[in-house]
């Protein structure tokens, strides 16, 4: 049994054309398993939903920005918290901009329902017992600070207790993690798209799965981050330059710089 983890596309398909050509350049897979944010915030939202839905045996876990589509939420900052500071207000301005190009494209092209339809979580047996959780932010929730890579061992066990899992996947932070607390591993493949510096290639996991156990292993593959730039452009992106910043490392991770 083989398993790829893929998370984090954001409607980046340059991206995840290159990760899928990787996946099968390995000898492929028996199952895509994707742990949400599919659509929101790149140049082709409908070109990365059209890739995932055509892949064999897929199975997601929806994130955060899957939901917002559906719901018209936002990220944060909210506007009264943007309203305090003008470099906020602009981030605000250019997330709310974004988010509605994105949900115009897929509503246009019949893809709400189907964002609609994700469940929040994905649970498999592997052959040797192991019991795999997959959800985007947390056990319970696809949403909020989640599973952090500058989580404390007792903030993990708090987030873990009762998830009926030995094995949790989780996206939401672009940050390859692999850790164990108590009887829980924790693994985030990373992103593969908006990548934090230093290293900007895509990430994902493979994971092999027998009688006798598991092994897993991360991924990188580089992909054309000038390509996506030259997209946001051709597009007319309304958020264009800050989703090309990620593709120069110019955007810090949150927990990099708190």
């Known amino acids: 049994m083989r398993l790829a983890l893929l998370s984090d596309i954001h409607g980046n398909s340059i991206a995840l054309d290159a990760v899928l050509a990787d996946i099968q350049a390995q000898g492929g897979v028996n199952t895509h398993l994707i742990l949400g944010d599919l659509a929101a915030i790149g140049h082709d939202p409908i070109g990365a939903l059209e890739r995932i839905a ?41 997330v709310a901009k974004s988010f509605a190009w994105t949900q115009g494209a897929v509503a246009t092209n019949g893809w709400l329902n189907w964002l609609a339809a994700l469940p929040l979580e994905q649970r498999i047996a592997l052959p040797d017992g192991t019991r795999l959780l997959a959800v985007h932010a947390a056990p319970g929730n696809d949403d909020g600070r989640g599973i952090s890579p500058d989580a404390s061992d007792d903030e993990l066990q708090s987030l873990l207790e009762n998830c009926d899992a030995d094995l949790v996947c989780v996206g939401h932070h672009h940050c390859v993690m692999d850790r164990r607390v108590g009887k829980v591993r924790v693994v985030n493949p990373g992103s593969v798209s908006n990548p934090f510096p230093p290293d900007l290639r895509a990430s994902y996991a493979l994971l092999d799965a027998d009688a006798s156990g598991y092994r897993l292993e991360h991924r990188r593959v580089e992909y054309d981050r000038a390509a996506v730039i030259a997209e946001l452009r051709r597009v007319g992106h309304p958020a264009g330059e800050y989703v090309a910043r990620f593709m120069r490392g110019q955007n810090l991770a949150p927990w990099s710089h708190t």
């Open 54 to 94: 055509a892949l064999p045996n897929v199975r997601i876990a929806r994130g955060n920005t899957d939901r917002y589509l559906v719901t018209g939420e936002t990220p944060a900052p909210t506007l009264d918290a943007a309203k305090m500071n003008d470099a906020t207000l602009l981030k605000f301005a250019q």
